[in-house]
């Protein structure tokens, strides 16, 4: 099935920055969705998207919908210990299945 | 309440057994899924059932084998396991993805570690 390609793969920061990832896709979908992803633990959505260009906020985290509808940003403010983790983005378009980005591996360093 | 909730957590066996795991989802979705997620993170549909009618069949091998007894429950059977089955199986639903849902949003379970010996 179809990977989305997500970047960066992972990043090392120290507290308090803010952090930046995308994912892009060569098909368009009508809904975005960002997760977390815990050791040990299953994806826990953080936001969805389904609007073009629709920009959508979760405490420090902002997520925007691209305009072309082949991708979509997250953003991370004042990072945090907590924050470290694998986080996902996923498409969907009506009718098909959810694929999946290849996921960025945050770590905070206090 | 958990939304998603599949059992067991933590799955050790021999090569060559016969296991299962068992998932259930108190959303009132659907649509359910078996999820692989691999060492490198990756994660891989593997079935979808919507409304206990099986949807996608992905490139897995015979051996495993889904049943959905109603839209609520879908359970995953691996017979004769092999050391390359070692991953996390993770079991998701959402509304009705097929059915031209909009606004959907897929829920993940805790996942089942499982090692094969």
């Known amino acids: 099935g179809q990977q989305l390609n997500q970047s960066p793969q992972s990043m090392f920061i120290q507290e308090g920055e803010d952090v930046s990832m995308n994912c892009t896709s060569s098909?368009?979908?009508?809904?975005w969705l960002w997760y977390k992803q815990d050791p040990g633990e299953g994806p826990v959505l953080l936001i969805a998207l389904y609007k073009a260009g629709e920009l959508t906020s979760n405490g420090r985290l902002t997520a925007q919908f691209g305009i072309t509808r082949k991708d979509s940003f997250l953003n991370i403010s004042a990072s945090i210990p907590s924050d470290v983790g694998i986080y996902f983005c996923a498409g969907f378009h009506t009718g098909n299945q959810f694929y999946f980005g290849t996921g960025t591996s945050l770590t905070v360093i206090p | 309440d958990t939304a998603v909730s599949q059992t067991p957590k933590y799955l050790v066996t021999q090569m060559g057994n016969d296991k299962s795991i068992k998932c259930e989802q108190n959303l009132g979705h659907d649509t359910m899924y078996w999820y692989k997620q691999d060492s490198k993170k990756f994660l891989k549909i593997m079935f979808s059932y919507n409304n206990k009618e099986l949807i996608i069949n992905e490139t897995v091998p015979n051996r495993f084998s889904p049943k959905s007894p109603d839209k609520a429950h879908l359970n995953l059977h691996i017979n004769s396991l092999e050391l390359g089955d070692s991953a996390v199986y993770f079991c998701a639903s959402s509304l009705s993805t097929f059915m031209g849902g909009t606004n959907e949003k897929l829920f993940f379970g805790s996942g089942t570690q499982l090692s094969v010996l």
């Open positions: 098909s368009i979908f009508n809904t």
